[in-house]
């Protein structure tokens, strides 16, 4: 068999159908709710409305990356198959968990020397992360071989823009993100934070905007002002949210009406339990292929 698995982790935040019928992989991070573990696992052991009541309701989290010994266990059985394996990370500015990738790799091929294993820095997240592995789904289903692939992924992976916004700050307050003063004049002032991903794969505020149906805008003027070809964007949209759909779809809607020759609709997906432990609810994130991010 000389055909190659594609891989993620479970931070694409994809639904399972939406993995499964693309043929890609992912492997589970993990996450504490009250101190209670679960896997990751794109809301099949807690549907995603619970976990964000739980929450909001003022439930604990915390989260965990697949350390080494796992990445073994996953890209076992695909050698034993007799098949290599290309697997992107949550970004190295988010997570270590590439490090844990890497020595995983570097075990297995001592006892698979004839396989190929490349792990590579998506420096994305979310459905971000998402929109980049679908992409590889197309280039695989048309023909590219796993070296191309690889090349094209590093050489192409910061062309995924992303931009999002939160109408609730207290988990970034929590998490540190963002000063408890801050936070509360953010509050008061009814601000809500205009973030994205780096160059470097990390999150960095980039502006502050007063009230949320001003960010919801904003964010459809990134994607003008930055996506491929312009008001003839011809590429795929996703929007990511937690626990705030009502917002996602009116910024899905705004999208839809400036790029008419888009592929497809915008697809909303829900912020999965890893990336949504640090957010909270109330997050919308819009993601499209654009300008390299340079900064």
Same mark, same amino acid.
């Given at each position: 068999?000389?055909?190659?698995?594609? @891989?993620?982790?479970?931070?694409?935040?994809?639904?399972?159908?939406?993995?499964?019928?693309?043929?890609?992989?992912?492997?589970?991070?993990?996450?504490?709710?009250?101190?209670? +573990?679960? *896997?990751?696992?794109?809301? +099949?052991?807690?549907?995603? @409305?619970?976990?964000?009541?739980?929450?909001?309701?003022?439930?604990?989290?915390?989260?965990?990356?697949?350390?080494? %010994?796992?990445?073994? &266990?996953?890209?076992?059985?695909?050698?034993?198959?007799?098949?290599?394996?290309?697997?992107?990370?949550? @970004? #190295?500015?988010? @997570?270590?968990?590439?490090?844990? &990738?890497?020595?995983?790799?570097? %075990?297995?091929? %001592?006892?698979?020397?004839?396989?190929?294993?490349?792990?590579?820095?998506?420096?994305?997240?979310?459905?971000?992360?998402?929109?980049?592995?679908?992409?590889?789904?197309?280039?695989?289903?048309?023909?590219?071989?796993?070296?191309?692939?690889?090349?094209?992924? %590093?050489?192409?992976?910061?062309?995924?823009?992303?931009?999002?916004? #939160?109408?609730?700050?207290?988990?970034?307050?929590?998490?540190?993100?963002?000063?408890?003063?801050?936070?509360?004049?953010?509050?008061?002032?009814?601000?809500?934070? *205009?973030?994205?991903?780096?160059?470097?794969?990390?999150?960095?505020?980039?502006?502050?905007?007063?009230?949320?149906?001003?960010?919801?805008?904003?964010?459809?003027?990134?994607?003008?002002? *930055?996506?491929?070809?312009?008001?003839?964007?011809?590429?795929?949209?996703?929007?990511?949210?937690?626990?705030?759909?009502?917002? &996602?779809? &009116?910024?899905?809607?705004?999208?839809?009406?400036?790029?008419?020759?888009?592929?497809?609709?915008?697809?909303?997906?829900?912020?999965?339990?890893?990336?949504?432990?640090?957010?909270?609810?109330?997050?919308?994130?819009?993601?499209?292929?654009?300008?390299?991010?340079?900064?």
């Amino acid at each position: 068999m000389t055909d190659y698995i594609l @891989s993620c982790c479970s931070t694409v935040d994809l639904t399972k159908e939406h993995l499964d019928s693309r043929d890609i992989k992912y492997a589970c991070f993990h996450y504490e709710l009250d101190g209670k +573990q679960y *896997l990751d696992d794109l809301g +099949q052991s807690m549907p995603l @409305s619970d976990f964000y009541k739980a929450m909001a309701d003022g439930a604990m989290t915390k989260t965990s990356q697949i350390n080494a %010994e796992e990445y073994e &266990a996953y890209f076992r059985p695909f050698l034993e198959q007799g098949r290599d394996v290309i697997h992107l990370t949550l @970004s #190295s500015g988010i @997570s270590g968990t590439i490090n844990s &990738a890497n020595i995983a790799r570097d %075990e297995l091929l %001592e006892e698979f020397p004839d396989r190929k294993i490349y792990i590579i820095d998506s420096l994305a997240a979310s459905s971000g992360y998402g929109l980049l592995m679908d992409k590889l789904a197309d280039l695989r289903d048309d023909g590219m071989d796993i070296d191309e692939l690889a090349a094209w992924a %590093e050489e192409h992976r910061l062309e995924v823009n992303h931009w999002f916004f #939160s109408s609730d700050l207290t988990f970034f307050i929590r998490g540190g993100r963002v000063s408890k003063t801050a936070g509360f004049i953010g509050g008061v002032l009814n601000i809500c934070p *205009l973030l994205n991903v780096s160059n470097k794969g990390e999150l960095i505020v980039r502006d502050k905007i007063r009230t949320k149906k001003k960010v919801i805008k904003e964010s459809l003027v990134k994607m003008q002002q *930055l996506c491929k070809d312009g008001a003839d964007y011809s590429e795929k949209v996703y929007i990511s949210h937690s626990a705030c759909y009502e917002d &996602a779809k &009116a910024l899905a809607d705004l999208v839809e009406a400036a790029f008419p020759k888009m592929k497809g609709k915008v697809l909303i997906n829900d912020i999965g339990t890893t990336i949504g432990s640090h957010t909270g609810p109330g997050t919308v994130a819009l993601y499209f292929w654009g300008k390299k991010r340079v900064d």
